[in-house]
């Protein structure tokens, strides 16, 4: 929108929040149009609906042409050439996520043919954005992005970055392994879920978390220094792995006291035995495998002490089946020796229409401590 002369109410700053309320509410604010500073007083925005200087309205306060601020754009849609953005026609994507300076979004067919123009859209809205990738959905066993470059900023293609989150810097690649910002609540839920558990032990606990991908969970676990001394973090897809060792080496030289890290590539149903010191070892046990996790269980729970312990996994699961899923979960628990003190089962977000990814949390302890 360009600058131009428009009416503004002359107000008090102090007054300022009252009058921008009281002008929307009546629809007399100029959407789009920012307040004015003017001296100890603010000049409000009015659109041509809004009464001429001198009515009651405005309780004797003063109407002044100014030149109104310009508004920047609100969404990408908006740097669309002429005529595009406008079309009702078109339905243009609503959802996209972006991993550090890498936009990934999903275009339907059907526009496709308007990708560039789309992706140039972006860029211009988002200036931190490097690369707009239309994202062709999961692929392979290791259920990998899969990746195709629109447009780029600087011409450069790798999608290797860095993302923030919460206070954390985490080297990612979506293109080659998986990582989901959208989950970053659910690693923080946990971390809340794991420092309470700590509080019934007199030491730091020992997190084994076999499907780590690059470790986003340990930016919250292993850099608390009183929670976590030793963590052992897996990941099946080799193209994990150098961005899992960065990662855990960044968080190591973020404790305060020492601690250990172990890092593997291996199906983590075989760690007990191709690794037998991980037997009976882990305090905490992390099961992010969401769609074979409850068939892998069986041969991870050997890795957990003997010890009062805790189990935390996500599932997909048919949203009329959440108490059998329990009832099987539990049944596994059973079968490996251990028995559940207490359970919760938490919805985080919708799959599919009639299936849910899951959250469950258990605290176990063994049969024969008991």
């Given at each position: 929108m360009l600058a131009k002369n428009m009416r503004h109410l002359r107000v008090p700053s102090a007054k300022t929040a009252f009058w921008v309320e009281r002008c929307k509410e009546n629809n007399w604010y100029e959407i789009g149009s920012g307040v004015l500073p003017l001296g100890d007083h603010r000049g409000i925005p009015l659109n041509d609906?809004?009464?001429?200087?001198?009515?009651?309205?405005?309780?004797?306060?003063?109407?002044?042409?100014?030149?109104g601020t310009l508004r920047k754009p609100q969404h990408w849609t908006e740097h669309l050439p002429s005529g595009l953005g406008e079309n009702?026609?078109?339905?243009?994507?609503?959802?996209?996520?972006?991993?550090g300076d890498v936009l990934l979004i999903k275009i339907p067919e059907e526009i496709e043919s308007i990708e560039h123009e789309i992706a140039q859209a972006m860029l211009k809205q988002y200036p931190n954005v490097r690369i707009i990738c239309h994202d062709e959905g999961v692929d392979g066993e290791f259920r990998i992005r899969?990746?195709?470059?629109?447009?780029?900023?600087?011409?450069?293609?790798?999608?290797?970055?860095?993302?923030?989150?919460?206070?954390?810097?985490?080297?990612?690649?979506?293109?080659?392994t998986y990582f989901s910002g959208r989950l970053s609540e659910q690693r923080k839920m946990t971390h809340q879920s794991i420092l309470k558990f700590r509080e019934g032990f007199d030491r730091p606990l020992v997190v084994f978390d076999p499907y780590a991908g690059v470790g986003p969970s340990m930016a919250y676990l292993y850099t608390d220094s009183e929670l976590t001394e030793c963590v052992y973090v897996n990941d099946m897809n080799p193209e994990a792995r150098d961005l899992l060792e960065t990662n855990m080496n960044i968080f190591d030289n973020k404790r305060?006291?020492?601690?250990?890290?172990?890092?593997?590539?291996?199906?983590?149903?075989?760690?007990?035995s191709s690794r037998p010191e991980t037997r009976n070892m882990a305090d905490v046990l992390l099961v992010s495998l969401p769609h074979e996790g409850l068939n892998h269980l069986p041969e991870l729970l050997p890795l957990l002490s003997d010890e009062r312990v805790m189990l935390c996994g996500?599932?997909?699961?048919?949203?009329?089946?959440?108490?059998?899923?329990?009832?099987?979960?539990?049944?596994?628990?059973?079968?490996?020796?251990?028995?559940?003190?207490s359970?919760?089962?938490?919805?985080?977000?919708?799959?599919?229409?009639?299936?849910?990814?899951?959250r469950y949390e258990c605290i176990l302890f063994s049969k024969t401590n008991r």
């Open positions: 609906s809004a009464p001429l200087i001198g009515d009651a309205a405005w309780d004797g306060f003063e109407i002044t042409d100014e030149v009702k026609t078109i339905h243009f994507p609503q959802s996209y996520e972006i991993q899969n990746l195709r470059t629109i447009e780029s900023r600087d011409g450069s293609t790798t999608t290797q970055t860095r993302v923030k989150e919460h206070g954390h810097f985490i080297h990612v690649n979506p293109a080659k305060s006291k020492k601690g250990t890290f172990v890092v593997e590539t291996m199906d983590a149903r075989l760690m007990k996500w599932s997909i699961i048919e949203n009329s089946q959440t108490e059998r899923f329990m009832n099987s979960l539990k049944a596994i628990i059973s079968k490996g020796g251990r028995e559940v003190e359970e919760r089962l938490d919805i985080v977000k919708g799959f599919s229409a009639t299936k849910s990814m899951v």
